[in-house]
């Protein structure tokens, strides 16, 4: 005799499932934060510090993401609204990096944003597979979904602008590309913030 209905039994897979990508790309970022933070300081680089915040958020949001894998729609729509906040507050950062960048200006090492942009581009590419086919599932995992999409963007971006730097020899590219990432990441905030205000006020 089976333990439990069909139902309950298809929604406790689910969450399995969830739960098992969510640890897989929970460590993935973590690591691609360590490596990207150390980079980007080293090659002197605000694109590529925008990649590392951007790895950062993400492993807070897996790690929110699982605690709320199992619960309710309200806590999901919660928890969405806060992962929001968190793309809001990498977007502040970023182009607090910029300002400081007008005033300090430099020339980032683009061999440096090549390489680990495309470190960086393998490591989300990933995350992005192994995410795909949870992105309709519910607003939890279609907000993780969307930070996925952000992080390729990012490394494409950044790929580009270390192109630039090395054609132009100058930073001017670098201090570009962030202020495209803060575009990105405040449009990304503002579409997870409204769908989750939607789902807390259906779910409530």
């Known amino acids: 005799m089976s333990g439990c209905c069909d139902n309950e039994c298809s929604v ?4 399995k499932s969830q739960r098992a990508t969510l ?33 950062l958020g993400d492993a807070l949001t897996y790690g929110l993401s699982l605690y709320v894998v199992s619960r309710g729609a309200a806590a ?3 928890v969405a609204l806060f ?5 809001l507050l990498a977007a502040c950062a970023v182009a607090a990096q910029v300002i400081y960048r007008l005033f300090v200006p430099g020339t980032p090492v683009f061999e440096i944003m090549g390489a680990f942009s495309l470190l960086g581009l ?16 519910d607003v939890n995992m279609n907000s993780v979904w969307e930070c996925s999409r952000n992080d390729i963007a990012a490394n494409l971006s ?3 602008a270390a192109a630039a730097v090395w054609l132009t020899a100058s930073g001017w590219p670098d201090l570009l590309v962030a202020l495209g990432l803060v575009w990105l ?6 579409r997870v913030i409204t769908s989750a205000m939607v789902e807390l006020r259906a779910a409530t």
């Not at 406790?12 to 969450?15: E, I, N, T, V």
């Not at 970022?29 to 590529?48: E, K, P, Q, T």
């Not at 393998?122 to 599932?137: G, I, K, Q, S, V």
């Open 158 to 160: 950044v790929f580009v």
């Open 122 to 137: 393998a490591a989300n590419t990933l995350c992005m597979y192994l995410l795909w086919r949870h992105r309709h599932e």
């Open 76 to 78: 999901k729509a919660r």
């Open 83 to 87: 992962k929001g906040g968190l793309i």
């Open 185 to 190: 990441l405040m449009r990304s905030a503002l």
């Open 23 to 55: 640890q897989i790309v929970l460590a993935i970022n973590v690591l691609m934060f360590l490596v990207i933070v150390v980079a980007a300081r080293y090659g002197d680089s605000a694109a590529l510090l925008a990649d590392s915040l951007d790895n």
């Open 12 to 15: 406790d897979a689910l969450h």
